[in-house]
């Protein structure tokens, strides 16, 4: 629909002829907030700029426009709104647009999101506006460099919270006008906010709905502001707003600091809402958070230490994207890269100390190397000729590679020299647009260091290359240790992507120490490295280490390989390092080398039951666990995989009775236990937990822990729809609703996942699930014992791809897409490749954004079957 893909010649020639000065939109939240299909009336009056006797157009997705008067007159709707565009004709030097439309509630996460609760019938509201779905709220010149200032004003039920950008107005009643919502009438009320300063239309916003509120504030250097915290009422006894003011309070300082600039805006709110699509967004001065981030039960201790850092992140945003914003979406990149480095930087120096580095490796860089071998890689610089093209570019390159690239230029520039670089960008480009250029001119002056030549090679190239260690001994020394007499590291590059780097490495050697019980540092070398291979004097002459680490302290981007007897160390000693980066990266490496083939998979597998029962690092047990899932079900030779997965079930519940009473290892091992649970005997344990015959010391069954056992039961075929319904009465509650559609759609019979697929996939207009509840049924759909359940639906699958796509919006396919990929058949199913290059071949002329992520599911499978090829040798 080229109406609502603006492309970015589109958008330059727009910025050239238009500058916004302000907006007044006035919502009527009410019109027909219980109606079928829901809407509301949207008043936009926008005064701008122009470039006299052009023409241009203004953005606006509605179902019904009602009218358009620009410039004094009166246009007809008919002919002048047409593709989501409204045709605005003979611009003056000053010109004013007043649109009046009904525009759509949204149950996808777009727009104006619009939930009502199950448990009392209230209904709540958020916007999502990034990349370009303001325009389903209001009449918007949707692009991030026409920058305007935003005065709401809006009208709703009157017990209700309304939230934006600007701090929370008093409301006045609205008299005579009522609304019922279930069965109770409530009287409205309408909040005039103040204009904002001026911002990118993505970062607005819009919260209203009976939310529970805890008062807060932030003492910024201006002094102290307000700073809510909300969520929905049924979340309100577990929603620990003092961590949240904490952790956001330490944020304040430090960016304030770093940044030497003011917090932006007059006050901070956050607020919990439901059926988000991504973790957060940094609405100026407003950000909204995944709910699942306020934790009714228990959690992983790694689910805990992302909100911290999702939190500063977002914080981040308020100065680097929200005060100072790319200029297109091309630096999309700069903008979240920026915010993960340096939101770990935060989080690392005021809250959890180093550690949040080894979540960074774990986390960050494996997404980051994983998404950089994928055929459809590029350059962390893409190009975004329009928004189709962004949509698509919210992935490991964009968010990780880059945040890794950018730890990797602090260390090239120096701290100091990067963020007074940094602050001066902000002050220079506050309330306007920039682009890396802005940036790398900054940092070029405080550092000296030309960077021209570093952003061709690190932003401009795609593709990771590995650093291989080479090792010469000579003579043993006293205690018989072999001297080093030669060393290199060596950088492989990959065929697609020949580009060689410069690095500014570490070179860690690691020795058994306290009779064995410890594998400490013994030395370290900190230098640069280039080109195909580089001799390092500062190695030579130490003693052979029993483990020597390329990349110590992490500090360059770059897949590493460990010679032969650093592998043997640490397969047999992993668990024994004293720090938590260096072990974090050595599994890494063994994650990497069984992703290339280059290790066994079951030998990956004993890798890891051997060494996580030991890791203390909750993050680092997470990952661990997903990549043991993941080779079970993928990389394993399939003829040896039941066994392996049996044996890793048997293994996964005796590291769960021996983990410490109550412990974080204790709870993660139960629920991978129960996911791989599948003879009688293990869901007889699962059986027995859940009907609480059977107890480990300190192990809750809590309402989530409940769900993860039925959930294992039901796809073991020993629990169906009746105990799914009998535990969503217990849990009535939206979060209970969501399980329960994942419960549903892994009921084991090829009825129940055809039904699961059509109400995905085929159901009427107008009916498709929420975007949450369809994520979780796309989760349960996939969830099978026995892959021959669900084999009949790969040529379905391939079937609905145009069909999804083009009716769809963005955020529902492409979650569809990847998420029904039928991955699961690699090596069982033998023609899989050949139908997805068959579908590939029959389909050249769809959009390359659908093109890639048929590609990017082929490749997966390509990757599974050398695995388990290697598997099976
Ligand atoms: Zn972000």
Request: glycine fraction near 6%; hydrophobic fraction near 40%; include cysteine.
């Amino acid at each position: 629909m080229p109406g609502t893909n603006l492309t970015r010649a589109e958008a330059e020639a727009r910025a050239e002829i238009v500058a916004v000065d302000s907006y007044e939109v006035t919502l009527d939240l009410t019109t027909g907030l219980t109606a079928s299909p829901p809407t509301f009336r949207s008043t936009t009056v926008v005064r701008f700029g122009g470039r006299p006797g052009e023409s241009t157009f203004i953005d606006l997705i509605a179902p019904a426009v009602h009218s358009i008067v620009f410039n004094g007159v009166e246009l007809d709707p008919a002919k002048h709104f047409q593709d989501s565009r409204i045709a605005l004709p003979d611009l003056k030097p000053a010109n004013e647009l007043t649109v009046v439309a009904d525009c759509a509630y949204m149950n996808t996460g777009e727009g104006l999101h619009r939930f009502q609760d199950p448990e009392d019938g209230e209904i709540y509201l958020y916007s999502q506006f990034e990349v370009a779905d303001t325009r389903r709220v209001f009449a918007v010149f949707e692009q991030p460099d026409v920058k305007g200032t935003f005065q709401f004003t809006v009208t709703a039920p009157d017990h209700w919270h309304v939230i934006s950008n600007s701090p929370t107005p008093k409301p006045v009643p609205e008299p005579d006008r009522t609304i019922t919502i279930g069965d109770t009438p409530h009287g409205l009320a309408t909040w005039a906010f103040d204009p904002t300063v001026v911002l990118p239309c993505y970062v607005t916003a819009i919260v209203a709905g009976p939310y529970h509120r805890v008062d807060g504030s932030i003492l910024s250097s201006k002094g102290r502001i307000e700073a809510n915290v909300y969520c929905r009422q049924p979340l309100a006894p577990f929603l620990d707003a003092d961590v949240i003011l904490d952790n956001t309070q330490k944020g304040f300082t430090f960016y304030e600091k770093l940044f030497e600039t003011p917090y932006p805006y007059a006050k901070y709110d956050q607020i919990f809402v439901p059926e988000f699509n991504a973790g957060a967004m940094e609405n100026a001065g407003c950000v909204t958070f995944l709910e699942e981030y306020v934790f009714r039960s228990k959690v992983a201790e790694a689910r805990r230490e992302r909100r911290v850092v999702t939190v500063l992140h977002e914080l981040s945003h308020m100065w680097f994207g929200d005060l100072v914003t790319m200029k297109w979406w091309n630096d999309l990149w700069l903008n979240e890269s920026f915010a993960e480095y340096v939101s770990t930087l935060a989080v690392a120096e005021t809250i959890q100390g180093p550690a949040a580095w080894t979540t960074f490796n774990s986390l960050e860089k494996s997404w980051a190397y994983r998404q950089d071998q994928l055929p459809s890689t590029h350059p962390i610089v893409a190009t975004i000729n329009d928004l189709e093209d962004v949509e698509v570019n919210f992935d490991g390159i964009t968010y990780a590679k880059g945040a890794s690239v950018l730890k990797q230029l602090v260390a090239w520039v120096g701290h100091d020299a990067f963020f007074s670089g940094v602050a001066e960008y902000i002050r220079k480009h506050h309330h306007a647009n920039a682009t890396l250029r802005d940036l790398l001119v900054e940092l070029e002056k405080t550092s000296g260091r030309d960077l021209e030549a570093w952003s061709g090679v690190w932003l401009e190239k795609a593709g990771v290359t590995t650093l291989r260690p080479s090792i010469q001994t000579g003579a043993v020394d006293a205690d018989g240790t072999p001297i080093i007499t030669g060393f290199s590291v060596k950088q492989e590059v990959p065929e697609e992507w020949p580009t060689q780097r410069p690095h500014r490495i570490g070179i860690g050697g690691y020795d058994l120490t306290d009779d064995g019980a410890r594998l400490e540092r013994s030395w370290f070398v900190e230098t640069d490295i280039h080109g195909p291979s580089t001799s390092i004097e500062d190695v030579i002459g130490k003693k052979r280490p029993a483990l020597l680490l390329v990349n110590d302290e992490d500090l360059a981007y770059a897949k590493i390989r460990l010679d032969r007897v650093s592998l043997e160390t640490a397969v047999e000693h992993v668990s024994l390092f004293t720090e938590s980066l260096p072990r974090s990266m050595v599994l890494a490496a063994a994650w990497d080398m069984t992703r290339d083939a280059e290790m066994a998979p079951r030998a990956f597998v004993d890798l890891i039951l051997k060494n996580v029962g030991a890791e203390r690092e909750s993050t680092i047990v997470l990952m661990l666990l997903r990549q043991l899932s993941m080779t079970l079900d993928l990389y394993v030779d399939p003829a040896a995989a039941d066994e392996a997965s049996r044996k890793a079930a048997d293994a996964l519940w005796a590291l769960a009775e021996a983990a410490e009473a109550g412990s974080d290892n204790q709870l993660q091992f139960v629920r991978a236990f129960a996911a791989r649970a599948q003879t009688p005997e293990h869901l007889g344990i699962v059986r027995e937990l859940l009907d609480d015959k059977r107890h480990l010391d300190g192990l809750a069954i809590d309402t989530d822990l409940a769900w993860d056992l039925l959930i294992s039961l039901i796809a073991g075929g020993e629990a169906g729809a009746p105990e799914i319904d009998a535990l969503l009465t217990k849990d009535a509650t939206a979060s209970g609703e969501r399980r329960a559609a994942h419960a549903r759609a892994t009921i084991p019979t090829p009825e129940a996942k055809k039904a699961a697929w059509d109400r995905l996939i085929n159901a009427p207009a107008g009916e498709d699930m929420p975007n949450a509840l369809q994520a979780e049924a796309t989760l349960g759909f996939n969830h099978v014992h026995d892959t021959a359940l669900i084999a009949p639906f790969i040529d379905d699958y391939f079937d609905m791809l145009r069909r999804v796509y083009d009716t769809k919006t963005n955020e529902m396919a492409t979650n569809l897409i990847e998420g029904l990929y039928p991955a699961m058949h690699a090596g069982r199913v033998a023609d899989l490749q050949d139908r997805a290059d068959l579908w590939l071949a029959a389909n050249e002329d769809a959009h390359a954004a659908l093109r890639r992520l048929v590609i990017e599911g082929r490749d997966g499978v390509r990757r599974a079957l050398k695995a388990q090829e290697a598997d099976a040798q």
